[in-house]
């Protein structure tokens, strides 16, 4: 197993580098055709005789829904090595079963970025640190004729749509993917 080594002086060259290997998972063969996979499942068939599919077809939350909880079924937090901050690329996630933050939200913005969905990482520094310490993922669901972004956070045993609260926050950032 190869281990790169990055030297990042600051937030933005640290999310250059996790917004690189987002954007290199969601073209990643194998990445893809998992994700496929979690998307195209069988459930059946319909009164007419149709495949019946688990995630309906053209339904936006169910689909993103759908990768984030599979992801949530498939890998566990685990922090990085002691005073090493990693990143892995998805398919590395995938394979260990483990992750950390921002492990969890290449993972994630890779996978609807594959599945044809638009993206931005979420960087907030809590209250508690002098240092920007969490990341996640914000997607964009087309809502009728506008979108809403749903924020995506793998990092925790919370539901689609959960997010640190405001009162924990001392600051946050948004990057677009």
């Known amino acids: 197993m190869k281990m790169t080594i990055h030297h990042v ?3 933005d060259d640290r999310m250059r580098h996790i917004i690189g290997m987002a954007q290199k998972g969601r073209t990643d063969p ?13 459930c059946g068939k319909t009164f ?4 019946k599919w688990c995630v309906p077809e053209r339904d936006s939350m169910a689909e993103v829904r759908a990768i984030f909880e599979d992801f949530q079924r498939r890998a566990r937090y685990t922090r990085d ?3 090493v901050d990693t990143y892995q690329a998805p398919m590395r996630t995938l394979e260990l079963g483990v992750s950390d933050c921002d492990d969890a ?3 994630l913005a890779a996978a609807l970025l594959a599945a044809g969905y638009k993206v931005k990482f979420r960087v907030i520094r ?3 640190s002098s240092d920007w ?8 669901i087309p809502d009728g004729k506008s979108t809403r972004w749903i924020p995506l956070d793998a990092s925790v045993r919370k539901p689609i ?5 405001a009162s924990m926050i001392a600051a946050k950032r948004d990057f677009p993917v």
Do not use: Q
């Open 133 to 140: 310490n969490h990341i996640y993922v914000l997607a964009e």
């Open 81 to 83: 090595i002691d005073n």
């Open 126 to 128: 809590t209250k508690d």
């Open 161 to 165: 749509g959960w997010e640190a609260p």
């Open 105 to 107: 939200s290449i993972y």
């Open 30 to 42: 194998k990445f893809r055709r998992y994700i496929a996979s979690v998307l195209s499942r069988k």
């Open 9 to 11: 002086s600051n937030l």
């Open 48 to 51: 007419s005789g149709d495949t």
